[in-house]
């Protein structure tokens, strides 16, 4: 896929011979900052729709396809989605509810589907073992057990997951609980509580998507899409806002702010309600985290989120080079001149028992570097890590370069411990399932390995930077009973490269 648009990218250059048509590496600078109009208002992803079976499972039906979306009015561009042309709707389920997704495949070539962040058997969570065939459907089943969250949705098929999600096959999974039912927050979906999907993009003269700009991260776009809308506006009218954010670019890290620099409250992470809000006035997601806020407005008034230069951890050279000088206007929020007061936002949300370490059976080692982790590239034949039904681990992952990287794990949310040996920022002081790695840094992380084992499929982790992972930079582990030793099943994912065909890794 890279080649073909590279070569694409190209050719459009040749063609137009323009200044500045540079596909390749880097995209400059770039700020939309005062350029965005605000002229169309921000499209809610639809909630999908469920049915209750003889078991009393709730069943939703996801089908992945191709269609065309107008960006622009006019303008159709090729897109792929669930259940429409471009993203897929949203799934709610409760904790302690059994869900099944009937995933079918219309796309013309294989894919997968992942539940990012959700805690599952390793048979139901999507990864690149479980492919779908092109005109055929899979049917995870599951119980969810975890807290209220904002999770998501995506392909994952070995080799080429970053094309087929920024084609636009990404959803939401919103996680309810009745601890988080019982405290004052906003919870009228699209109303008060607002699910923000935020990727880059980058359109060619012929309205399509050009993917030929690329930093070391990956595919950069030059503009933002939130929830498949270009410079929105959202009208809310209530005195506190719930934005669920979700950075579903696949290489650029963003850092949300307010235009005015307001205050606002963290209340959420990848993987649920913190302990008690944090006050802060900015926060930064890597491809793949999410974080909720509470943003308070007063009548009449307008804001303007926006994203602002992410701190990438590196020389301002490969900052630039990767996405780290640029900003963003991301959505203006105008607030009606007469608001339902909804409270102020709480002192306290829910109680977190800390993992500790003295409780880890096994200590754990990564090291990304070079596209790879602890020097291997994925294979899928081979399991890189064994874990036992039910014991702690510590696992310190470290970045050993100068470019960014990121780390994240499959069925399990853990806890930040130390990152550089201190303790974490309040960002990541709750449950995460993906965290950024910058260059030179050490994090150390905490979970437990519980509920699920399957010695025959494997969950993966890897950098969530996702040219990195179609790279290989990835690596799978099998979780046994005790005394269980790993036997992978022959899926005929030996030696494949679904992305491109015949090629290794990293060609
Ligand atoms: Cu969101 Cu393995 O990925
Ligand atoms: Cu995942
Ligand atoms: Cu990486």
Redesign the pocket.
């Given at each position: 896929m890279f080649r073909r648009s590279l070569a694409l990218a190209l050719a459009a250059c040749v063609a137009l011979s323009l200044a500045g048509c540079d596909p390749v590496p880097g995209g400059g600078v770039i700020t939309t900052i005062g350029d965005v109009d605000f002229s169309t208002e921000l499209a809610i992803p639809p909630l999908a729709p469920s049915t209750t079976d003889a078991d009393g499972r709730r069943v939703f039906d996801l089908t992945a396809q191709r269609g065309e979306t107008e960006f622009s009015p006019g303008v159709a561009t090729t897109t792929w989605g669930f259940n429409s042309a471009y993203l897929g709707p949203t799934l709610v389920a409760k904790s302690g509810e059994d869900v099944t997704v009937n995933v079918h495949n219309e796309l013309g070539e294989p894919t997968t589907l992942?539940w990012?962040g959700m805690h599952l058997p390793a048979a139901a969570d999507g990864?690149p073992h479980s492919l779908i065939a092109d005109g055929e459907a899979a049917s995870p089943t599951w119980t969810v057990k975890q807290n209220a969250a904002t999770l998501?949705y995506?392909p994952?098929l070995d080799g080429d997951t970053e094309h087929q999600a920024a084609m636009g096959l990404d959803g939401m999974f919103i996680v309810q609980d009745d601890a988080e039912r019982a405290l004052p927050l906003p919870r009228d979906y699209g109303v008060d509580d607002i699910p923000l999907i935020v990727q880059d993009v980058r359109f060619g003269d012929d309205g399509q998507f050009d993917t030929g700009t690329k930093g070391y991260v990956g595919t950069l776009g030059d503009q933002l899409l939130v929830n498949g809308t270009i410079g929105p506006y959202l009208d809310v009218s209530t005195s506190v806002v719930r934005l669920r954010l979700l950075n579903a670019a696949v290489a650029r890290s963003l850092d949300f702010r307010f235009d005015d620099g307001r205050p606002f409250a963290l209340i959420g992470t990848d993987g649920g309600l913190l302990q008690s809000p944090v006050d802060t006035d900015h926060v930064q997601l890597s491809p793949?985290e999410r974080a909720e806020v509470l943003v308070t407005v007063k009548p009449g008034e307008t804001t303007v989120l926006q994203s602002t230069p992410p701190d990438l951890g590196t020389t301002e050279a490969v900052s630039q080079k990767n996405a780290g000088a640029d900003s963003f206007d991301v959505l203006q929020v105008r607030a009606s001149a007469v608001l339902d007061d909804v409270g102020e936002v709480p002192g306290a949300l829910v109680p977190m028992t800390a993992l500790l370490p003295a409780d880890a059976a096994v200590t754990r080692t990564f090291t990304l570097s070079d596209a790879t982790i602890n020097g291997k590239k994925v294979d899928m034949s081979r399991v890189d890590e064994v874990m036992t039904l039910g014991t702690t681990e510590v696992w310190s992952v470290s970045n050993s370069m100068a470019q960014p990287h990121s780390f994240?794990v499959?069925g399990v949310q853990f806890q930040v411990l130390t990152v550089n040996g201190k303790p974490p920022p309040p960002e990541l002081a709750g449950w995460k399932d993906?965290v950024f790695v910058p260059p030179g840094e050490q994090l150390r992380i905490i979970m437990v390995f519980s509920d699920y084992a399957d010695a025959t499929v494997p969950y993966?982790y890897?950098c969530?930077l996702l040219t990195h992972?179609d790279d290989g930079m990835m690596g799978q582990f099998v979780v046994v009973r005790p005394g269980e030793t790993p036997q992978l099943a022959d899926d005929g994912m030996d030696g494949m490269d679904m992305g491109m065909a015949g090629l290794p890794h990293g060609g």
């Open positions: 992942h990012h990864g998501w995506h994952h793949g994240h499959h993906t993966m890897h969530h992972e």
